[in-house]
């Protein structure tokens, strides 16, 4: 996956938001999502994030971690748990605010999380661009480097 590919999702997903869907909507094609069972997301050192609400529903990911980007760079952490009744997610604070930043280096694609209590850096191992239901998404896999 390029720089420029990446960029474009996020844009989609920030283009989708300005339309009014709302965040961990079925009907999103732009969600993107990661398992956070555990909290998985943030300690281990691989991560995969979907580009599709369904593909996550797909693959029985109960509590996820939504990634909404927003504009100037920024990006909000949505933790949320949908296969018990009622869904419920947490409220985000100032903890899951963050500013982010993609680089490539050596056709090698990184992304880089970081606000004034944490930082996390990634390294996308690999993206495949799937169909479900008619609709395209990404299934992109990254590793948490130090």
């Known amino acids: ?4 590919e990446f960029k474009k999702i996020i844009n989609n997903s920030i ?3 300005r339309k009014g869907e709302r965040r961990g909507s079925s009907t999103s094609h732009y969600n993107i999502l990661s398992n956070n069972k555990d909290s998985i997301f943030f300690k281990t050192k691989k991560v995969e994030i979907f580009t599709s609400q369904a593909a996550a529903r797909q693959k029985g990911l ?3 971690i939504e990634l ?3 504009k100037n760079r920024q990006i909000i952490f949505y933790d949320s748990q949908s296969c018990n ?14 500013k982010y930043k993609i680089k490539q280096i050596n056709k090698q694609l990184y992304i ?4 004034s209590f944490n930082e996390m850096k990634f390294k996308v191992v690999s993206a495949s661009r799937k169909l ?3 609709k395209n998404y990404y299934e992109i896999e ?5």
Do not use: A, D, Q, V
């Open 1 to 4: 996956m390029t720089k420029s």
């Open 142 to 146: 990254m590793e948490r480097i130090k």
């Open 85 to 98: 009744e009622p869904s419920s997610g947490l409220i985000p604070t100032r903890k899951n605010l963050y």
């Open 68 to 70: 909404e980007f927003l």
């Open 15 to 17: 283009k989708e938001k």
């Open 132 to 134: 479900l239901n008619g």
């Open 112 to 115: 880089y999380f970081k606000n």
């Open 62 to 64: 109960c509590r996820t």
